[in-house]
């Protein structure tokens, strides 16, 4: 399992929810998406990856996640796509897309919203997505 830049999360708003619980997350795409020196506080729990298409009712229930991370967008999928498929899946835990600062974040919310109501989702822009920095 990798580890979570712990300054690519500091001041998130669900940072604390997070650590409280002790949460387990789920990262989707391949671990080749993700930065390979991202780490999280110890306090978050273990990471595991999973691509869109392996993500199924009885992972989730072996994984126990309470916490989702994928990006807006990713080279096969978008959150919209993992947040229909979440909800379809019945998942109840956070649910949290990742993306470089773009102008109207509320868009994706709304979107999200109107598709999938009830998941627990937001958009949390950040510094560095894909080990780089976002412009």
Same mark, same amino acid.
């Given at each position: 399992m990798s580890k979570l830049d712990p300054g690519l999360f500091s001041g998130s708003p669900w940072m604390d +929810? *997070?650590? =409280? &619980?002790? +949460?387990?997350?789920? *990262?989707?795409?391949?671990?080749?998406?993700?930065?390979?020196?991202? #780490?999280?506080?110890?306090?978050? #729990?273990?990471? =595991?990856?999973?691509? $869109?298409?392996?993500? +199924?009712? *009885? &992972? $989730? +229930?072996? $994984?126990?996640?309470? $916490?989702?991370?994928?990006p807006v967008v990713a080279p096969t999928f978008d959150c919209v796509d993992v947040a229909t498929l979440l909800r379809g899946l019945g998942y109840r835990g956070s649910y949290r897309a990742l993306t470089g600062r773009i102008p109207n974040p509320e868009i994706i919310r709304r979107e999200i919203r109107a598709q999938c109501p009830g998941l627990d989702f937001d958009v949390i822009m950040v510094d560095r997505v894909k080990g780089r920095r976002a412009s």
């Open positions: +929810t *997070a650590k =409280a &619980a002790r +949460t387990s997350v789920l *990262a989707i795409g391949s671990h080749i998406q993700w930065p390979d020196d991202m #780490g999280m506080p110890d306090e978050v #729990g273990e990471i =595991a990856f999973s691509e $869109l298409h392996e993500l +199924t009712e *009885a &992972a $989730l +229930t072996a $994984l126990n996640p309470g $916490l989702i991370l994928s």
